[in-house]
């Protein structure tokens, strides 16, 4: 008998719908119904291609036992971290809080008021490396609840009190000047791990908003040192297991500190993050390998993330079916062993295929597989050709085996960066089918996220938008792929959307007395706590993505409000940034971008010819671009702009002063440098 999910649109909770346990998903009814029973909630915490969610799901959420201990002893809620992440923000606070580490699948036990008292992440169904068991569990929080319910009463209190007392350093309001992106430079210098690429230890997590940092402080300053950091970070990545060989993409992290064995769900805003960082090293230096890179990723999230809406998929799972044993394991997809490249390949390419891809008898994964790397920075030398076949066919072989689920969550933030990505890689490399998936993608968030007000839907599924409202970073990262939208295609309705949704930042999501934005809007649902996290995550934190988008906006419109706005949001990075710039890397960025101006550019012609193309590819931090046809009104930039001698024609201004225009695609480049 189906439970109470079997009506949602999310794949994560959809996958629970046949569980023994009575889940609810999150409402007010869940709550109502354990005051009624007088029993605590049990709030379980996860997301669709999370690989210890469905361990834990199989052990204990499918065991019949476990679940009538569950249904007898609690009110059990299940929530999508994807779908809410405002319920997911708040908790996991208090995961942190008490326990000092987080992760999901997470388990919270709360009072019927939501007010959190016992933590947990992963429980496994017997004891274990000094774990209880989750059935123990169960069983120590209902005795405390039924036994010692003032005790938990009072812990419960203490912890939203707590909660409510901890203070956000949000800075002066003032954008960080020279002296912090330089302190923010110098403590990256101290954490990169020379050796390997990257920051820090194992695991390692692609640093895309810190490379992108980097790319724009080169730009600016002209700075080896950061150049050299994204560089190098961006080819071990490349030449890394965490990167698909064969396919294009990347995984999520990598569990060793040399990108070689990866944590192997696919994400779509990790992609859409890197896949844009690639296409600026490109931009940067003209290398071949970002280029690759930037197209092969690119092409991946067309490939295997868009939906038949238009949209794009949230993620690819990281376990599969393994045809020799049937069992569902991690990465089955994706390694090779030297007998199944032989099976494929024969004897002679098979040999020249291990040299290539770093695969080795023994192995570099599990059960003598290996991840697919490029690990030879000068390789066997051969045929170019013959290795090309070579990749094509075991490809082709891959597709064959049973592939990763996909979650078709359609999230509009990750929707947002994956259009500015594309958009933009398009344009580079003169790739209209990419520009076109990203404006199929703008269009899908235009008909389906947004309503008549312009208030985004989270997410959507099938065709159906979700009943959750958006939150900060689904406005920003919108916001901020329509900007690049504009830029790109020369549509003033881009320009306007983002506006909409700007405006939305503005009214509903700043606090107008600091400066700081909420991540949850001022008349979102009520949690225990509202919200707020300027540091980055795996995507940009939402407060920085939208100083970013109201940046550009201003530059594109000249609305003071969003200008202003903007930097003093940027308060937060000049208080943060020195002390732990790898957390911040994107709000570092869009300080580099304030910093420059940003620079405005104009151009009066043809649509991605030759100097429109020049200014999208111009060097100087988040530069605004305008193109369109003289007199065309789309854009508020292109207004009183004429063709100089009948010829297309480009404008650049910075801080209220403009250069005069030129026609001359090379004076353009050294304009933007």
């Known amino acids: 008998m189906p439970n109470r999910l079997a009506h949602e649109t999310s794949p994560y909770l959809l996958q629970h719908a046949d569980n023994p346990v009575d889940w609810w998903p999150w409402s007010a009814e869940a709550f109502a119904e354990a005051r009624e029973r007088g029993v605590p909630v049990l709030l379980s915490v996860g997301y669709s291609s999370c690989h210890w969610c469905h361990v834990m799901a199989h052990e204990s959420f499918e065991d019949e036992a476990t679940a009538a201990l569950m249904n007898e002893k609690f009110v059990n809620i299940k929530v999508d971290r994807e779908e809410r992440p405002d319920v997911d923000a708040v908790y996991m606070e208090a995961v942190q809080a008490a326990t000092g580490q ?20 992963y ?36 912890i939203v009190r707590e909660l409510g007392e901890r203070q956000l350093t949000h800075g002066t309001g003032e954008k960080p000047g020279e002296d912090e992106l330089a302190q923010a430079l110098l403590g990256l210098t101290r954490d990169y791990d020379a050796a390997h690429g990257g920051f820090g230890g194992a695991p390692k997590f692609p640093p895309s908003m810190v490379i992108e940092f980097l790319l724009r402080h080169y730009a ?24 698909d060989q064969l396919g294009g993409g990347f995984a999520r992290y990598s569990v060793d500190r040399e990108w070689v064995v990866p944590h192997f769900e696919k994400m779509l805003y990790d992609n859409a993050l890197l896949c844009r960082a690639y296409a600026h090293l ?20 067309v490939r295997e993330l868009r939906t038949n809406e238009g949209g794009f998929a949230s993620a690819l799972d990281a376990d599969s079916e393994d045809p020799a044993t049937g069992k569902h ?44 790397q490029l690990p030879a920075l000068d390789g066997p030398v051969a045929d170019a050709s013959r290795l090309a076949s070579i990749r094509e066919r075991l490809f082709a072989a891959r597709a064959e ?7 078709d969550k359609v999230v509009a933030a990750w929707n947002g960066l994956a259009i500015a990505a594309l958009a933009e890689t398009g344009a580079y490399f003169d790739r209209p089918d990419l520009v076109a998936a990203a404006v199929g993608a703008g269009d899908l968030l235009v008909r389906l ?39 790109v295609t020369g549509e003033g309705v881009w320009l306007e959307f983002a506006g909409f949704l700007l405006d939305h930042v503005l009214a509903q999501f700043v606090d107008e007395e600091s400066g700081a934005l909420y991540d949850t809007a001022a008349d979102a649902e009520r949690l225990i706590r509202r919200p707020q996290d300027p540091t980055d995550n795996a995507a940009p934190s939402g407060w920085t993505a939208a100083a970013g988008a109201l940046l550009t906006y201003a530059a594109h419109t000249g609305a003071s409000p969003h200008r ?31 910093l420059d101006g940003p620079r405005e550019v104009a151009v009066v012609g043809e649509i991605l010819g030759d100097l429109h193309r020049t200014a999208l590819l111009g060097a100087a931090p988040g530069a605004a671009v305008a193109a369109g046809r003289p007199g065309s009104g789309e854009l508020p930039l292109l207004a009183d702009r004429p063709l100089v001698d009948g010829r297309s024609a480009a404008y650049v201004c910075r801080g209220f002063v403009c250069d005069a225009p030129t026609t001359d695609p090379a004076e353009l480049a050294r304009l933007l440098s």
Request: hydrophobic share 40%; net charge negative.
């Open 401 to 407: 085996r049973p592939a990763p689920g996909r979650d």
């Open 123 to 158: 429980f496994p169904p017997e004891p274990r490396h000094g774990m209880p068991s989750f059935a123990q569990v169960l069983d120590g929080v209902h005795r405390a609840w039924t036994d010692r319910r003032g005790e938990v009463d009072e812990v419960a209190g203490k």
């Open 564 to 594: 202003t706005a903007a930097e003093r949001s940027l308060g937060v990075v000049k208080a943060l940034g020195p002390r732990v710039p790898r957390f911040i890397g994107h709000g570092l960025a869009v300080a580099e971008a304030a």
């Open 282 to 301: 490109w931009r940067a230096t003209g290398s071949d390998l970002a280029r690759r890179v930037a197209l092969e990723t690119a092409e991946f999230m």
């Open 449 to 487: 996220h947004m309503d008549a007000r312009a208030r985004l839907a989270r997410t959507s599924k099938d065709g159906q938008a979700g009943a959750n409202a958006g939150v900060l970073e689904d406005y920003a990262d919108v916001a901020e792929g329509f900007l690049a939208l504009a830029s």
């Open 102 to 121: 987080g992760g999901w699948p997470m388990t919270v036990f709360l009072t019927p008021d939501a007010e959190p008292f016992y933590f947990g992440t």
């Open 329 to 372: 394991v991690e990465g089955a997809y994706y390694v090779w062993t030297p007998g199944q490249l032989r099976e494929v390949l024969g004897e002679a390419d098979a040999e020249l295929a291990m040299a290539c891809y770093g695969v080795t008898e023994e192995g570099t994964f599990e059960e003598g597989a290996s991840v697919l």
């Open 220 to 243: 600016r300053t002209g700075s080896e040192g950061a150049l050299q950091m994204a560089a190098e970070t961006c080819e071990r990545m490349a030449r890394g297991g965490i990167y």
